[in-house]
């Protein structure tokens, strides 16, 4: 189920004339009776809507005075979500003889052409507030106090999110709840505004359209009604953007060691965090312990508990990294095979998380797995499997997958091994560019997206966010690079072999090794060469390569400009790093691994 939350304004969208008709309200009991929550959206004061409206009690929320007030009809309870109006501001009203003139615990309410009046005491008396229209009715409100405001409040109390919501509405100050709701829907007779900017107009007016709507909930949760506003934009083809709807959608990351699949992945995750959609990353190898906006659970001398991930994620605000590194590599299958259900069950409760994201999915969902508590990645919402081979997927889950992301120097390969393990045709990819950029750290290149359900994949430019190049200099800088990916000291006869793997083991050695072996190397290129497809940064490896053409400096000049140059951009831990994932467990100040 993709909608959890009907939210419904009151006058002329479920009443009409102020009245709410027996079948209205029994199609809205049809909807609680499904499992949803119903919250109503009002701009009436509390104590009116008590005077015309005899099921208050059907709805889990309402908010009331255009989202001034907060009330729970279960626990009776009733809040204000902003401070009461100035009384020098009403008396002044009143005065000037401003009616009809009502004053609620937050709202101040009249009616055209008062507004005039009310907009001269307010720049008269100096005050911060907002007028708010709503088909000839006036509302002052404190600035930022309006439906959506209102909403947000009682989808935090209820542990939902506006993305598992449905708004539905017929006037101007239903615009700011419309816009923050997943599917916004206009009834017939609303303003045409707001019937431009909905995902779906119903063709009933008021009470009648609701009944509609609920109807279309229980019939199909709306899967016919498109909600591409909502779009995650993650690249362009040529001139054209590319995007990933935010649901329902299974996808598989792919590609070799260093190609670039945690820059693909942490692409969807920013852009999902900039719209608001929670996720939940299962992280092997603790690589988004440190990522901005997330709470992470476990590290490398504790293992996550499956209680206090789920814990976290019923605040819809909450993103989650499931961090495995305390857990043995033989008994991580097992730990995931307990937390996915449970995860499947907090979305079917609550429809959050939107997404889950399986780093080193190989691992977690290998071939030979035998079952999965996945019918369709709605289940979790939005899936996406970061793995190098997808052939070592379990067929179980790759039927799961509709969207391939390849990255590497021949993404055309990758697609193909995807293609043999799913028994489809492999997709036409159309030949890389002459002359790609690679020098450039904010973009990566031979990127590769296939639909499954079409004959040919897309070549895509992804440009990653500010996360992912804050982590990629972390990484590079105290992180362990690859085998393939480590400068190596080997000297000018080959005697030696010192791995750096990364920049800081990398100054480290440079400093202790004799001056023959460094020169070999800096004459050969070999740093700027590293820096350039190893570690990805051009533009250091442009700074670097004018000091190895530097013939005159002494060896001990050039290491330390080298040396100046890393740290500069950077700047370099004290200590690297005690986590060394080639090893699987933590090593101590020598390199030697931790019992």
């Known amino acids: 189920m993709r909608y959890h939350v009907l939210a419904c304004d009151y006058d002329e969208t479920i009443a009409h004339g102020g009245r709410v008709d027996d079948a209205t309200v029994t199609a809205l009991e049809h909807l609680s009776r499904s499992g949803r929550r119903l919250v109503m959206v009002t701009g009436r004061r509390l104590d009116d809507l008590f005077g015309v409206f005899d099921h208050v009690d059907l709805f889990d929320m309402v908010v009331a005075e255009n989202g001034g007030v ?47 009046t009310v907009l001269d005491a307010i720049r008269e008396l100096g005050l911060e507030l907002q007028v708010i229209y709503n088909k000839g009715a006036v509302m002052v409100l404190p ?42 829907v206009a009834v017939a007779g609303a303003l045409e505004a707001v019937k431009r900017t909905s995902d779906l107009v119903l063709e009933r007016p008021d009470g009648e359209g609701v009944a509609e709507l609920v109807d279309r909930l229980l019939a199909t949760d709306l899967a016919e009604v498109p909600v591409s506003r909502h779009d995650l934009h993650f690249g362009t083809a040529g001139a054209a953007p590319t ?61 996550p508990s499956i209680d206090e991930v789920l ?117 036409a990819l159309e030949p890389a560019p002459a002359e790609p950029d690679r020098q450039q750290e904010s973009v990566v290149s031979d990127i590769a997206v296939w639909r499954v359900a079409e004959t040919a994949a897309q070549r895509v430019k992804l440009a990653p966010g500010e996360t992912h190049r804050t982590r990629h200099r972390r990484k590079y800088a105290a992180g362990t690079l690859a085998p393939d990916k480590s400068f190596y000291f080997t000297g000018p006869q080959g005697r030696l072999r010192l791995r750096a793997r990364n920049l800081h083991s990398f100054v480290e050695l440079a400093e202790g090794v004799d001056d023959d072996t460094w020169t070999h190397h800096l004459r050969r290129h070999d740093y700027s060469r590293w820096l350039r497809g190893s570690v990805r940064d051009g533009e250091l490896a442009d700074l670097v390569r004018r000091v190895e053409q530097d013939t005159g400096r002494a060896p001990s000049d050039s290491r330390r400009e080298v040396a100046r140059l890393i740290d500069e951009r950077y700047t370099l831990p004290a200590e690297p790093t005690s986590y060394d994932p080639d090893r699987g467990r933590e090593t101590g100040p020598s390199g030697r691994r931790r019992p």
């Open 70 to 116: 907060l009330y729970d009809p279960g626990r009776r309870d009733r809040r204000p979500l902003a401070e009461r109006p100035p009384a020098e501001f009403v008396e002044r009203l009143r005065r000037h003889g401003v009616s009809p003139l009502a004053v609620g615990e937050v709202v101040v309410a009249t009616r055209e052409p008062h507004d005039r």
């Open 143 to 184: 600035p930022g106090v309006n439906k959506a405001s209102g909403l947000a409040a009682a989808l935090r109390r209820l542990e939902f999110s506006p993305h598992s919501t449905v708004a539905v509405g017929d006037a101007e100050n239903d615009h700011a709840m419309l816009h923050m709701c997943e599917c916004a």
């Open 243 to 303: 995007a990933i709807a935010p649901h329902g959608r299974g996808g598989a990351v792919a590609g070799p060691s260093g190609s670039g699949k945690s820059t693909a992945a942490t692409a969807l995750l920013e852009r999902l965090g900039e719209s608001g959609y929670q996720y939940c990353v299962i992280d092997p190898e603790g690589d988004y312990a440190d990522f901005e906006g997330v709470t992470a659970f476990g590290d490398a001398t504790r293992a």
């Open 311 to 427: 814990t976290a994620l019923r605040d819809p605000d909450h993103n989650v990294a499931v961090n495995m590194l305390a857990v043995p590599l033989r008994d991580r299958p097992a730990f995931f095979a307990g937390l996915l259900p449970r995860l499947v069950g907090l979305r079917a409760e609550l429809g959050h998380p939107a997404w889950l994201v399986v780093d080193e999915a190989h691992h977690l969902m290998p071939v030979e797995l035998a079952q999965l508590p996945l019918r369709v990645p709605a289940d979790v919402g939005g899936l996406m499997l970061v793995t190098v081979h997808p052939e070592t997927l379990s067929p179980l889950v790759l039927r799961l997958v509709d969207t391939v992301v390849a990255v590497g120097d021949d993404p055309g390969q990758t697609l193909d091994a995807f293609a043999a393990a799913t028994g489809h045709r492999p997709p």
